[in-house]
């Protein structure tokens, strides 16, 4: 076993502006193996994965493909070596049919390549029999189920026989059913000698399939070995689960509007053409209440708050103090006091931070307003020493704090908080988290959290929802969450 | 079933349509010939245009500054050496697809709509500098040169013709090669058709520079027609936005619904001669219906009926 790793990385490290996506990464996968590479939304893993095919330059570190360094390669370059990579989210030629589509991944990088080539026709047949697509080979991708999309894509990254099989969250959008399906074939690619790096939230979903497993965190390796030994280790344990949580949740009857919550969401369903986002959701949100809403990258938490926000058409019903929101646009529903502040932070970065602050606060009166912002500086002290600054030139954490106050510059009935851990450091998520904590001790505002981070998301709350592929899988106090089912959270 | 028509059947309908028109001489008056010769190069300009914009997807807000250089390279060596017309039209067809290049070549690496912008600006400069460098290149008055390829109305007609018909052929057959699929994939899907193994610039190019060639030759062409070269006619962005237009109406993504375009186009703005200037806003406003209504336009409808029939 001591032949040369058909894909090399060591070093690797990629920046974006002041930001270090990726930190000095390094593996190794043989063929015939299957190396999961997992960690958090914002971990750096899917760049880590660009930075390997050349979507994205490297700044440093080196990147072998079958013994050739190939760090700082243009993609297509890259991929005529020997490397295939399976897209998520791919816009596939909608005019041509799935065999026309297989057999682009086939064609030549050249320009005097002007013929059409029956072989090669022959070629994108067999392909699609071995990924299971010959029934529909003749029909457009449009026409298509979500689960054949993905066998496609499949399809076309492995068309040319690649060493290396790069793919990207292999089971999102696909039922249990075909993610059993879905498995076998890569499982079928791994034993016909591919080198397969599959990129994911967490072990749980690759725990079947991967021989090893890399895991990382904000950048850095915090893990590797077997599915197991990850599994035990005290730093996945702490990035996935927290430390020893400390709760103070409120009895959910110790809330006046017990017989009619707030806001109630009721069998609420939410289709993105043909991939579902929402199934049969519901839940409730008392006034004053901390609720939480956990869930991986993709599991329908942006999709549950935009539907809340009135910014996507769902089925179901969605009410607020026992009035049906459906039919009210998404800037009604914001003025009337449901305030979403956006995964990804959306900040005005050409204005500074103060003026961000205005914006907030456009519809109050002068002086009310000036109140506000004193008691926000008091909130977030960070930002008072920066009110002059561009809200672009903030840290991540910094912008972070300035999109909640912008939010709470609204004067919010309910504040809808999107992951506002995304991609942050240890060190700031204590900052927003006391933030967080003073806010719900000092004021009677209602929140709503969707997080991945477990550990930010359960200290706060009064009730957690667990949202898992599309569906609530789990209700409860957060003192029973460990328990019953952190488990599944590693 | 919604089949597409292959590439031969496509190929053979048009020769009996060229075949047709061809004829066309011997039963209309020389001023609908007239016409039609001009909306023939316009249909080109506009089959050029579509290969940019249906195939590898970026807009190009300046067919004018290739034509416009094809157009004026071709008269301005005309007038000062007078070669033989085939050493201008080359000469001026190489001089759109140098042009085009180094527009191109900075501009592609723009994304979004910035390329767009870059083109639109490069027919700016290319008007300006038509004016001011008026010692040269006629300046706001035209420029007048001193050969035609022939003053017979029915011979420039099937020259238009021919020309149109082999460069459609060209364009069409190219847009449905495996080249013609690398492009689309190019336009639809860069970063992945990039992860695919496909140089992704280069091809994008090339789709530049055949439309460069087809252009400029075009433009050089016309000029030996007209006998005049001005901003108005080759240069102008109401003439870019013309053959734009003629290129979406006339259905995007099929290269020869351009020409169907331009002779709607110019068929239409001559229909309607009577009313005078409301012509044009008449035209426009046809125009938009057909985009707003029907964005995948003539063809786009006339695939959809067959498929509903």
Same mark, same amino acid.
């Given at each position: 076993?001591?032949?040369?790793?058909?894909?090399?990385?060591?070093?690797?490290?990629?920046?974006?502006?002041?930001?270090?996506?990726?930190?000095?990464?390094?593996?190794?996968?043989?063929?015939?193996?299957?190396?999961?590479?997992?960690?958090?939304?914002?971990?750096?893993?899917?760049?880590?994965?660009?930075?390997?095919?050349?979507?994205?330059?490297?700044?440093?570190?080196?990147?072998?493909?079958?013994?050739?360094?190939?760090?700082?390669?243009?993609?297509?370059?890259?991929?005529?070596?020997?490397?295939?990579?399976?897209?998520?989210?791919?816009?596939?030629?909608? !005019?041509?049919?799935?065999?026309?589509?297989?057999?682009?991944?086939?064609? @030549?990088?050249?320009?005097?390549?002007?013929?059409?080539?029956?072989?090669?026709?022959?070629?994108?047949?067999?392909?699609?029999?071995?990924?299971?697509?010959?029934?529909?080979?003749?029909?457009?991708?449009?026409?298509?189920?979500?689960?054949?999309?993905?066998?496609?894509?499949?399809?076309?990254?492995?068309?040319?026989?690649?060493?290396?099989?790069?793919?990207?969250?292999?089971?999102?959008?696909?039922?249990?059913?075909?993610?059993?399906?879905?498995?076998?074939?890569?499982?079928?690619?791994?034993?016909?000698?591919?080198?397969?790096?599959?990129?994911?939230?967490?072990?749980?979903?690759?725990?079947?399939?991967?021989? !090893?497993?890399?895991?990382?965190?904000?950048?850095?390796?915090?893990?590797?070995?077997?599915?197991?030994?990850?599994?035990?280790?005290?730093?996945?344990?702490?990035?996935?689960?927290?430390?020893?949580?400390?709760?103070?949740?409120?009895?959910?009857?110790?809330?006046?509007?017990?017989?009619?919550?707030?806001l109630?969401?009721?069998?609420?369903?939410?289709?993105?053409?043909?991939? @579902?986002?929402?199934?049969?959701?519901?839940?409730?949100?008392?006034?004053?209440?901390?609720?939480?809403?956990?869930?991986?990258?993709?599991?329908?938490?942006?999709?549950?708050f935009n539907a809340i926000s009135g910014m996507v058409?769902y089925?179901?019903?969605i009410r607020r103090e026992?009035h049906a929101l459906a039919g009210q646009s998404a800037a009604a529903i914001a003025r009337g006091g449901i305030v979403q502040?956006?995964?990804?932070?959306?900040?005005?970065?050409?204005?500074?931070?103060?003026?961000?602050?205005?914006?907030?606060?456009?519809?109050?009166?002068?002086?009310?307003?000036?109140?506000?912002?004193?008691?926000?500086?008091?909130?977030?002290?960070?930002?008072?020493? !920066?009110?002059?600054?561009?809200?672009?030139?903030?840290?991540?954490?910094?912008?972070?704090?300035?999109?909640?106050?912008?939010?709470?510059?609204m004067?919010p009935d309910l504040?809808i908080?999107?992951?506002?851990?995304?991609?942050?450091?240890?060190?700031?998520?204590? @900052?927003?988290?006391?933030?967080?904590?003073?806010?719900?001790?000092?004021?009677?505002?209602?929140?709503?959290?969707?997080?991945?981070?477990?550990?930010?998301?359960?200290?706060?709350?009064?009730?957690?929802?667990?949202?898992?592929?599309?569906?609530?899988?789990?209700?409860?106090?957060?003192?029973?969450?460990?328990?019953?089912?952190?488990?599944?959270?590693? | 079933?919604?089949?597409?028509?292959?590439?031969?059947?496509?190929?053979?309908?048009?020769?009996?349509?060229?075949?047709?028109?061809?004829?066309?001489?011997?039963?209309?008056?020389?001023?609908?010939?007239?016409?039609?010769?001009?909306?023939?190069?316009?249909?080109?300009?506009?089959?050029?245009?579509?290969?940019?914009?249906?195939?590898?997807?970026?807009?190009?807000?300046?067919?004018?500054?290739?034509?416009?250089?094809?157009?004026?390279?071709?008269?301005?060596?005309?007038?000062?050496?007078?070669?033989?017309?085939?050493?201008?039209?080359?000469?001026?067809?190489?001089?759109?697809?140098?042009?085009?290049?180094?527009?191109?070549?900075?501009?592609?690496?723009?994304?979004?709509?910035?390329?767009?912008?870059?083109?639109?600006?490069?027919?700016?400069?290319?008007?300006?500098?038509?004016?001011?460098?008026?010692?040269?290149?006629?300046?706001?008055?035209?420029?007048?040169?001193?050969?035609?390829?022939?003053?017979?109305?029915?011979?420039?007609?099937?020259?238009?013709?021919?020309?149109?018909?082999?460069?459609?052929?060209?364009?069409?057959?190219?847009?449905?090669?495996?080249?013609?699929?690398?492009?689309?994939?190019?336009?639809?899907?860069?970063?992945?058709?990039?992860?695919?193994?496909?140089?992704?610039?280069?091809?994008?190019?090339?789709?530049?520079?055949?439309?460069?060639?087809?252009?400029?030759?075009?433009?050089?062409?016309?000029?030996?027609?007209?006998?005049?070269?001005?901003?108005?006619?080759?240069?102008?962005?109401?003439?870019?936005?013309?053959?734009?237009?003629?290129?979406?109406?006339?259905?995007?993504?099929?290269?020869?619904?351009?020409?169907?375009?331009?002779?709607?186009?110019?068929?239409?703005?001559?229909?309607?001669?009577?009313?005078?200037?409301?012509?044009?806003?008449?035209?426009?406003?046809?125009?938009?219906?057909?985009?707003?209504?029907?964005?995948?336009?003539?063809?786009?409808?006339?695939?959809?009926?067959?498929?509903?029939?």
């Amino acid at each position: 076993m001591n032949a040369p790793s058909m894909l090399e990385v060591s070093g690797l490290t990629k920046r974006f502006g002041g930001l270090v996506a990726v930190k000095d990464i390094g593996f190794a996968v043989n063929s015939g193996e299957i190396l999961g590479l997992i960690g958090p939304n914002g971990s750096g893993k899917s760049t880590a994965m660009k930075a390997i095919i050349g979507i994205e330059k490297p700044n440093s570190g080196s990147v072998k493909v079958d013994g050739v360094e190939v760090a700082g390669w243009p993609s297509h370059r890259i991929a005529r070596l020997g490397v295939g990579m399976v897209f998520q989210h791919s816009r596939p030629l909608q !005019r041509q049919t799935v065999l026309e589509n297989i057999t682009l991944a086939l064609l @030549q990088d050249s320009l005097l390549h002007v013929f059409h080539n029956r072989a090669t026709e022959e070629q994108a047949r067999r392909i699609a029999d071995r990924v299971g697509l010959t029934p529909v080979l003749d029909r457009l991708p449009s026409t298509l189920p979500f689960a054949d999309l993905r066998r496609m894509e499949v399809a076309k990254a492995i068309a040319r026989d690649p060493k290396v099989v790069l793919v990207d969250e292999p089971f999102a959008g696909l039922t249990s059913k075909e993610t059993g399906t879905f498995a076998a074939l890569i499982r079928e690619l791994r034993d016909s000698g591919h080198a397969i790096l599959l990129v994911d939230h967490n072990v749980k979903s690759v725990a079947a399939l991967a021989d !090893r497993v890399f895991a990382m965190y904000v950048g850095e390796r915090i893990a590797e070995g077997t599915v197991e030994e990850v599994m035990r280790d005290e730093t996945v344990r702490r990035v996935y689960l927290g430390g020893k949580l400390e709760t103070a949740a409120r009895k959910e009857a110790s809330f006046a509007d017990r017989a009619t919550p707030f806001l109630e969401v009721e069998k609420l369903n939410v289709f993105y053409g043909k991939a @579902q986002a929402l199934e049969d959701v519901s839940l409730h949100v008392h006034k004053g209440e901390f609720v939480s809403v956990v869930g991986l990258n993709g599991a329908g938490k942006t999709t549950l708050f935009n539907a809340i926000s009135g910014m996507v058409p769902y089925s179901g019903e969605i009410r607020r103090e026992g009035h049906a929101l459906a039919g009210q646009s998404a800037a009604a529903i914001a003025r009337g006091g449901i305030v979403q502040s956006p995964e990804g932070r959306d900040l005005f970065t050409e204005m500074t931070v103060r003026e961000n602050l205005d914006m907030g606060g456009q519809h109050l009166e002068a002086a009310e307003a000036k109140e506000r912002i004193e008691w926000l500086f008091d909130l977030f002290p960070i930002l008072r020493t !920066r009110q002059k600054q561009s809200a672009g030139t903030l840290s991540g954490g910094e912008q972070q704090m300035l999109t909640i106050a912008r939010s709470l510059m609204m004067n919010p009935d309910l504040l809808i908080l999107d992951e506002p851990t995304l991609g942050l450091a240890p060190v700031i998520l204590e @900052q927003i988290s006391k933030a967080l904590e003073k806010l719900r001790q000092t004021t009677p505002i209602t929140v709503l959290l969707g997080e991945q981070n477990v550990t930010f998301a359960l200290p706060h709350a009064d009730r957690v929802y667990v949202l898992e592929h599309a569906r609530i899988v789990w209700e409860g106090e957060p003192a029973r969450f460990a328990s019953e089912i952190g488990a599944e959270y590693l | 079933m919604k089949k597409q028509l292959s590439t031969l059947h496509v190929l053979l309908i048009s020769a009996v349509i060229v075949a047709v028109t061809a004829v066309l001489p011997f039963f209309v008056s020389g001023y609908i010939l007239g016409l039609l010769t001009v909306a023939f190069y316009f249909g080109v300009f506009a089959m050029a245009w579509d290969l940019l914009f249906g195939f590898a997807g970026e807009v190009n807000f300046g067919p004018t500054f290739l034509i416009g250089v094809g157009a004026y390279t071709a008269g301005i060596l005309d007038n000062l050496y007078q070669p033989p017309i085939i050493v201008c039209l080359i000469a001026g067809t190489l001089a759109a697809i140098v042009a085009g290049v180094a527009l191109a070549l900075p501009a592609l690496r723009l994304r979004g709509p910035y390329f767009g912008l870059v083109t639109l600006v490069a027919v700016l400069i290319l008007s300006n500098f038509v004016v001011v460098a008026a010692g040269l290149t006629g300046g706001e008055i035209g420029l007048t040169v001193p050969d035609v390829i022939t003053f017979d109305a029915n011979t420039n007609y099937w020259l238009a013709l021919g020309f149109m018909a082999v460069s459609g052929a060209i364009l069409y057959f190219l847009s449905r090669s495996p080249l013609g699929l690398i492009l689309q994939a190019s336009g639809q899907d860069p970063v992945q058709t990039g992860a695919l193994g496909f140089n992704v610039s280069k091809h994008k190019l090339a789709a530049f520079i055949v439309s460069a060639f087809f252009s400029g030759l075009a433009g050089a062409l016309m000029v030996f027609y007209f006998g005049v070269a001005s901003v108005g006619t080759f240069v102008d962005v109401t003439v870019a936005v013309q053959i734009i237009v003629a290129a979406v109406i006339g259905g995007r993504r099929t290269i020869i619904g351009g020409v169907l375009g331009a002779v709607f186009l110019i068929g239409a703005n001559e229909a309607l001669r009577p009313v005078g200037d409301l012509a044009t806003f008449i035209v426009s406003a046809i125009a938009l219906v057909v985009v707003l209504l029907f964005p995948s336009g003539f063809l786009g409808l006339l695939s959809r009926l067959r498929g509903e029939a």
